[in-house]
Nanobody, 123 residues
Framework: QVQLVESGGGLVQPGGSLRLTCAVS????????MGWFRQAPGKEREGISC????????TYAESSKGRFTMSRDRPKNTVYLQMDRLEPEDTAVYYCAALRGLCALVGDFYEYWGQGTQVTVSS
């Protein structure tokens, strides 16, 4: 079992930045790849990025490249999503998720999910 707890969401103006944090605990967390997803009202869940369990290589969705940066701190059992130059279209609930195995940006492959943290980009 893996437990995920997210934090760092909030209200930010367009062009601003936020850093989301996901605390990971449970059995063998280092054997899980970690992903970030988001879901806006009325839209499907969208994959943002995934960091591989075997190393810290990262896969980004094309829409996330350049503005979003994922990282992992293994000693702290924590993953991060740095979001820069945010736009109103980035408003969504952001989730971290755990996948046993290689990275994927498809939510159906993930076994565990956090509760989500709201990110609102508005002036």
């Amino acid at each position: 079992q893996v437990q995920l707890v997210e934090s760092g969401g909030g209200l930010v103006q367009p062009g601003g930045s936020l850093r989301l944090t996901c605390a990971v605990s449970g059995s063998n967390p280092h054997f899980y790849s970690m992903g970030w997803f988001r879901q806006a009202p009325g839209k499907e869940r969208e994959g943002i990025s995934c960091i591989h369990y075997g190393d810290d290589s990262i896969t980004y969705a094309e829409s996330s490249k350049g503005r979003f940066t994922m990282s992992r701190d293994r000693p702290k059992n924590t993953v991060y999503l740095q979001m820069d130059r945010l736009e109103p279209e980035d408003t969504a609930v952001y989730y971290c998720a755990a996948l046993r195995g290689l990275c994927a940006l498809v939510g159906d492959f993930y076994e565990y999910w956090g509760q989500g943290t709201q990110v609102t980009v508005s002036s």
